[in-house]
Structures are given as structure tokens and as C-alpha cells.
């Protein structure tokens, strides 16, 4: 086994100085995350990576062999090489001016632009060509954050069977934020990451979000996080990333020299941290305000407080974090002039990146830290600062917007949105007795260390391989080319055969609107060859109404079941009922029907002789499924005593005679003849009671990859229409 990891940069960045080539190591959360999980799997069972993203800078012609092979060599890893122009329209374009603002919430921020999206979609291809030129059918590919969120579907559609993961770092947005993108790109998005096996995200929230988006944009309903697309099963769950806690705990001689220093120096002071990257959306000018608050309501406090303010440059290009730093700069010129003088200065304002040494001698002898993002997906931060706590002192204000929160829940929880609950809360910090603190950091040190990165990254990896198992599970009784052939083989030596086709989802696609489903030129084509073969009969069953149906096909001259089965004609007969029927049943019943195709818009009543339909496909999603449970609950208990049946099917409940059904109505066809070939297609649970009733030698074929009697599957419309190419 091989774990290829794809994110949008590697873990080290390559400079040019000199005519040299030099590679640099690089920081952050991911890549210090996920490289020391792969540093464990080098150590501990062997297992080959290989890590795939951009260098950091344009490669020339004549030096990417020289990369490759030393980025091989030295990192495990494989460079994609883009132009830093495109890499410019990428990342500082639709990443960071419409991803990044909008997946946290931002939509005021976020600029809409098609060039941009454009421009998303040509990196993702590129990113997409590497990785397969690279990719190994035994490998297992996990695809990190919203940068290469197209990626897994690109992957998908080239390489279907093989185990993809994709974990998102950054929030992801209720539906009503998403909304704000438009429809193509939003749907576009959704079946990227749809393209994985599993889905990652930080706290549940997110992952709710998710799912609930994937049932209002695409309509696919979801149990327990697993998604059925018809074609395979998807699955999104919810994965707190750590950290490795034994870096920042077990600190060094230097770190404790560091930390002793820094407490001499300010021995009569008490220290807050405040360490982020330069971002609208950590929350930095509310936590200023909150700081400047509180020294206003605390003079005792004044010349024995300072306020470590680190900012890290990030996005420089990007106009809006430029104004972020201005007016940071701003606000802390006021404090300090404001409550400062030549002795004290309130805020020691650095904006600079420090490497891990330096902030974790911060993260171990500041008194407290000041974690307060607008809104964050997790926030690494919070977490290295408790496990750097060596004598478990120390005090977290932490934001209940940070994924952090859900996890850190002895910290003090404050709202980043509100100066007043951050004044308080740095003032209860300072005051918080040593024998509470510890308390507090012991219980939170005990699970950040339970649940640490390698924990982390094991738990997604090990479902990841539960998913992919369960998907060949379902895949394992498709229709594979050897098995095609060898029903194809019985059906020319047949000496009679008979086919059963359902219509809607096994023929066609289904569409918003029934009616628009009328068969193509191809489809009328492949039905006009199929009856055309010598000895065959082809029977069109669907639960269609006899005057559609027959509208459509009756030039054909083809078998047709309609209503699943209420009404057959056999070729240029008349339509004719399998039994005596009544509808009496209907008024009692539409009058439920109406009022609940009230309540959903966008839902309709169809009904047929001796059945109603409810569509609800059109509908939102989410208000349907919760008002087809209502319906079909008060269906049963109005049907109770009647003779009917109440059947959920793809987006419609149908309510029909009882005794009528798909099944019985082919035995009209079964019981007159006896046919050496028998096959059977279908894709709806209606089809399955046709399934149950064939002989043990029939070709039954399922659509899609629901659990079903069907003893084969195809994945849709368009691999039935190639096996009945096939057969003719």
C-alpha cells in the first residue's frame, strides 16, 4: 500500500539564490500535521508515501528533472509545476477571494467572478494530470482542502475504483451561505468533493452542513452520513484534527532557557499571547478592542499586563489584508499611545513569521493566550499552547467560532463578536487561581494527547478503507465484461427470449418534470432493433399511465405494462386491466395528497386510473423528507382498511391497488411461453418485486447500486443502453 497525499503545496518551498536551487522547509498547521503522519508510517510500519502539490515557485524547463528527482529524494514528494502567473489567478483569485471568505461566512467579502472559477477549474485539471500520471491502482489518495475541492471527481472519472479521501481545514458554510454562489459553480463544487469515498471536517457542524447542502443543491438524501449516488455510496464524516503533542509538551533545554528568559524579563508582568496569521478572519481587531476595553476598565492592571501581538504576513497580494494591516497597525499605535508611556508599552507588536522554536517558548511562559477567531475550522493554535503547558499553568480564551472549541471546553468560551466578553475574559484570566488552571489543563493535555495527530490521521485512514470496502461490496456483482459476454452468448443461442425494460432511471435519466422525459432518437432506435430480433419479446414495464405510455411507444409495437402492472397491452392489442379494479379509494384520499403538495412547493399530483403519484423531486429537499415521513404516516393509517398499498419510490410516493404490481403482471408474459433467455432491468424498488419472481437462470439487472434481489448491477441509463447494443 501506498498513501499519496495531494494538497495544494508541498512541505517545503524552493528558492533561487546564486544559480542554486535551494529547498526550504515549510510551516502551518497541514504540513506540519500531516508530515509528521507520514514520518510515523516511514518509522513504524514501513509504508511508502508520496506527497504531491506546487514547489512554491515556476520551475524551468531545464531544471525540472533536477526538482524532481531531488523532491523524490529528500521529501518523498512530487512537484506540479505551474506558472506562478496561473498559480497567482488561483490561489489569490477564486481561493482567497471567493472560497475563503465564503467558507467562513464572509459573503460580503466574497467577489464572483467566472474568470476566477475559470482559472479554479484549469489548476484543479492540472493537479488532476499529475496525479495521474503518478497514481498506482493499489494506492490510496487522500486530497486536501478548499483549494483542490474539484479534484476528487477528476480523479474519480479516470480512475473509478480507486480509495479517494478528501478533508476540508477551513469551515464549511450552512446552506444559506453556499446559496450565495452561483447555481452551476456551487452544484460543480459539491460533486468534486462527492467524488471522494469519504469527506472529512473538523466538528460535526461543518460536516452537517455539508450533508445538508448535498441534499438541498443535489438532491441525494444521506443516512447517517453515507450518501447514496446511485451509482456508489459516499460517506462524510467528522474527524477533530490534533496535534503532535509530544513536540510541544516534551520541551527541550533550549524551549525551557527560552521560556526562564522571558519569565525574568517580565517577572512582574503578566503576559497574554495573541498569535495568527494576518486575516479579516481571526478576529485580531475585536481582540485589540476587547484589550483596549479592558484596560480602561482595569487601571490596577496598567504596567502589569503586556499584550504579545505576533502577526504573520499571508496574502500580501490580496488588497482587503492589506486594509486588515493598516488598521492593526492603527489600533495598536492607539493603545499604546492611548495607555502606554517611555517605561510600558501595553502591546509588543511583532509582524513577522517565527519559526516553532520561538513560538513555543511563547506558547510556554505566557500567562494566558488569546485565541478569538471570527470563525476558524479548527484552529491548531489553541491546542499547541495547552500541550506546551509543561506545569500545566497557563489560561486559553478561546472563540466559540474555532473547531478548537468543541474540544477545549474547559478554556474560557468567549464571542469574538462581542469587546465586552473579551475584556471580561482577560481580566477572569489574569485573576484565575494556579490550582483552577491546572485542574482545567490537565483534563484538556489528557485529550489532546489521546486524540493526537498520528490518532487523527489513522481514524480517517482506516474508514476511509471501511468505505472503499463497503464500495466493492455493492460493486461486486456488476456486470463485468466476462459476465456480459456470457449473457450475451445465451441470448443468441436462445431459441426464444423475453426482455423486461423498466422506463424512468433505467432507459432515461430522470428529470425535474415527468412529462419531460420523453424517449430519444437513440432509445427508440435500440427498442425498434431489439423487437426486430428474431424470437424476442420486449416488454415495456413502468409505472407510467397507459396514455403516456402508449403515446410514446405505441408505433413500436411493443409489449407495455403500465401503472406497474394495472394495465398491460400486448403489441397492437388493446389495453386491457390484469383484474377487476375499483379506484373508490381516490376521494377519500386525494384530499390528504392535496394538502400535503400545499405544504411542499414545487411538489404535484399525478394521477392515473387506479393510482395517485405525489412528485416531490423538483421540491426542497430537505422540507420533502421531512414531510414525506408526515405523509406516508398518515397514509397508513388512512389506508388501513382499505385495499391499497403505499409505495416510496425515487422521489414520489405512489399509492395503487394492492396485488398489483411488476411482478405479477410479467407472469402474464412467463406462464404462456417458456423462454430459454430471460432478462429483467430496473432501478427502482417497484422493479424488485418483478426481480423475486423470475427463474433462478434469468439475468436480472439492478441500476445503480442499492441493496436489491437483482443478481447484477450496471451504474446507469447509459451502460443499459450499451447492453442492449450489445445483445442486438
Known amino acids: 500500500m501506498r498513501l499519496v497525499v495531494v494538497s495544494n503545496r508541498l512541505p517545503f518551498s524552493i528558492k533561487r539564490g546564486k544559480g542554486q536551487i535551494r529547498f526550504e522547509e515549510t510551516a502551518g498547521g497541514l504540513v506540519s500535521g500531516i508530515s509528521d503522519y507520514l514520518d510515523s508510517l516511514k518509522a513504524s510500519v514501513k509504508t511508502e508515501t508520496l506527497w504531491i502539490g506546487w514547489p512554491g515557485t515556476e520551475i524551468d524547463n531545464k531544471d525540472k528533472d533536477d526538482v524532481k528527482r531531488r523532491s523524490l529524494a529528500e521529501f518523498s514528494a512530487h512537484p506540479v509545476f505551474v506558472s506562478e502567473k496561473d498559480m497567482d489567478d488561483f490561489y489569490l483569485g477564486f481561493c482567497n477571494k ?22 479554479y477549474r484549469k489548476i ?6 499529475t496525479v495521474l500520471e503518478l497514481l498506482k491502482p493499489d494506492d490510496i489518495l487522500w486530497i486536501h482542502d478548499y483549494h483542490l475541492m474539484l479534484l476528487p471527481k477528476l480523479i474519480r472519472e479516470r480512475m473509478p475504483d480507486i480509495p479517494i479521501g478528501f478533508f476540508l481545514h477551513i469551515p464549511f458554510p450552512p446552506h444559506e451561505i453556499l446559496q450565495f454562489l452561483p447555481n452551476r459553480i456551487r452544484r460543480e463544487i459539491l460533486e468534486g468533493i462527492l467524488g471522494a469515498d469519504l469527506s472529512g471536517f473538523h466538528i460535526n457542524e461543518y460536516t452537517q452542513n455539508f450533508l445538508r447542502c448535498v441534499m438541498r443543491i443535489l438532491g441525494y438524501e444521506h443516512h447517517i452520513g453515507e450518501i447514496n449516488l446511485i451509482e456508489r455510496i459516499a460517506k462524510a464524516d467528522t474527524f477533530p484534527m490534533g496535534i503532535n503533542f509530544s513536540k510541544f509538551f516534551d520541551t527541550d533545554k533550549k524551549i525551557l532557557e527560552g521560556r526562564a528568559t522571558l519569565k525574568e524579563k517580565y517577572k512582574d508582568t503578566k503576559t497574554v499571547l495573541s498569535v495568527d496569521r494576518l486575516d479579516y478572519t481571526k478576529g485580531i481587531l475585536n481582540r485589540l478592542s476587547g484589550f483596549e476595553l479592558f484596560l480602561e476598565d482595569n487601571p490596577g492592571w496598567h504596567r502589569k499586563v503586556v499584550l504579545h501581538l505576533i502577526c504573520v504576513p499571508s496574502r500580501i497580494g490580496v488588497q482587503r489584508y492589506q486594509k486588515t494591516k493598516s488598521r492593526i497597525d492603527e ?11 517611555i517605561s510600558w508599552s501595553p502591546i509588543q507588536y511583532q509582524y513577522k513569521y517565527l519559526p516553532i ?13 488569546l485565541v478569538t477567531p471570527l470563525r476558524d475550522g479548527m484552529n491548531l493554535i489553541a491546542k499547541e499552547y495547552i500541550a506546551s503547558r509543561h506545569d500545566k499553568t497557563g489560561v486559553l480564551i478561546l472563540s466559540e467560532m474555532a473547531g ?6 474547559e478554556a474560557i468560551i468567549i464571542n469574538p463578536n462581542s469587546i465586552e466578553e473579551i475584556a471580561f475574559a482577560i481580566k477572569d484570566a489574569l485573576e484565575l487561581p494556579v490550582e483552577v488552571q491546572q485542574k482545567q489543563n490537565e483534563i484538556m493535555q489528557r485529550r489532546l494527547k489521546e486524540y493526537d495527530i498520528i490518532k487523527w490521521a489513522d481514524e480517517f485512514i482506516s474508514e476511509l478503507n471501511m468505505v472503499h470496502e463497503e464500495r466493492i461490496k455493492y460493486h461486486a456483482n456488476i456486470l463485468t465484461p466476462s459476465l456480459r459476454t456470457a449473457l450475451i452468448l445465451k441470448s443468441r443461442d436462445a431459441r426464444s427470449r423475453i426482455i423486461f425494460l423498466d422506463y424512468d432511471g433505467t432507459l432515461v435519466p430522470f428529470v425535474e418534470n415527468p412529462q419531460k422525459a420523453v424517449p430519444d432518437k437513440e432509445i427508440m432506435d435500440l427498442l425498434y432493433l431489439l423487437k426486430g430480433t428474431a424470437n424476442t419479446e420486449v416488454v415495456l414495464i413502468s409505472g407510467r399511465d397507459k396514455d403516456t405510455l402508449g403515446g410514446w411507444f405505441d408505433s413500436l409495437d411493443l409489449n407495455l405494462i403500465a401503472e406497474h402492472g394495472a394495465w398491460i397491452k400486448q403489441g397492437k392489442g388493446e389495453w386491457k386491466l390484469i383484474k377487476p379494479l375499483i379506484n373508490d379509494w381516490k376521494p377519500g384520499v386525494l384530499p390528504l395528497i392535496r394538502m400535503y403538495a400545499d405544504r411542499l ?13 405525489w412528485h416531490y423531486r423538483r421540491s426542497d429537499q430537505e422540507l420533502a423528507s421531512i414531510r414525506v415521513k408526515e405523509l406516508v404516516d398518515d397514509l397508513v393509517q388512512l389506508t388501513a382498511n382499505i385495499d391499497v398499498q403505499v409505495l416510496q419510490g425515487a422521489k414520489v410516493i405512489e399509492i395503487k391497488n394492492s396485488g398489483i404490481n411488476k411482478g405479477t403482471a410479467a407472469m402474464q408474459f412467463l406462464s404462456k411461453d417458456r423462454y430459454d433467455f430471460i432478462m429483467a432491468i430496473g432501478d427502482d424498488l417497484t422493479d424488485e418485486d418483478l426481480f423475486r419472481i423470475l427463474p433462478e437462470d434469468a439475468f436480472s439487472i439492478k441500476v445503480g447500486f442499492q441493496p436489491s434481489h437483482a443478481k447484477f448491477n450496471l451504474r446507469d441509463y447509459r451502460e443499459v443502453r450499451k447492453l442492449i447494443e450489445e445483445v442486438i
Open 98 to 119: 471567493t472560497l475563503w471568505p465564503l467558507l467562513h461566512s464572509f459573503p460580503a467579502y466574497t467577489v464572483y467572478d467566472y474568470t476566477l472559477w475559470d482559472s
Open 124 to 129: 484543479n485539471k492540472v493537479f488532476c494530470d
Open 331 to 341: 489600533l495598536v499605535g492607539k493603545i499604546n499611545g492611548k495607555f502606554g508611556d
Open 357 to 369: 522554536e520561538q513560538l513555543s517558548v511563547l506558547y510556554a511562559a505566557c500567562d494566558v493566550a
Open 404 to 409: 478548537a472549541a468543541k474540544e477545549l471546553q
Open 601 to 613: 412547493p414545487g411538489s404535484f399530483i399525478e394521477e392515473k386510473g387506479f393510482s395517485i403519484v
